[in-house]
């Protein structure tokens, strides 16, 4: 079991800069593969960005080139830095990791950071 705690979401102006942190704790998250979604109100949940255990990273086109997510295995935490935020930045972000095994996938969320960017 993996548990996964967000932190350093908050309400900036556009422009602005977030660091959100997502620490794990209950498992090594080494071998988990680290994903970012968001859900904006009346939206679905999508997925913003992640990183794999190599540390090979993916972006939706809507943050390519803002955000960047990173991950520190020695203290079992990952990062989205979020720059030059816009106002349709704003959501609930949420941390998530998960691992494949021949017994199938492993999945594990966060209770997720409110960010409000305003104009």
């Known amino acids: 079991q993996v548990q996964l705690v967000e932190s350093g979401g908050g309400s900036v102006q556009a422009g602005d800069s977030l660091r959100l942190s997502c620490v794990a704790s209950?498992?090594?998250?080494?071998?988990?593969?680290i994903a970012w979604y968001r859900q904006a109100p009346g939206k679905e949940r999508e997925l913003v960005a992640n990183i794999n255990t190599g540390g090979m990273t993916d972006y939706s086109e809507s943050v390519k080139g803002r955000f960047t997510i990173s991950r520190d295995n020695a203290i079992n935490t990952a990062y989205l830095q979020m720059n030059s935020l816009k106002p349709e930045d704003t959501a609930v972000y949420y941390c998530?990791?998960?691992?494949?095994?021949?017994?199938?996938?492993?999945?594990?969320w966060g209770q997720g950071t409110q960010v409000t960017v305003s104009s």
């Open positions: 998530n990791a998960f691992r494949t095994s021949w017994s199938g996938r492993f999945d594990y």
């Open positions: 209950g498992s090594t998250l080494s071998i988990h593969t």
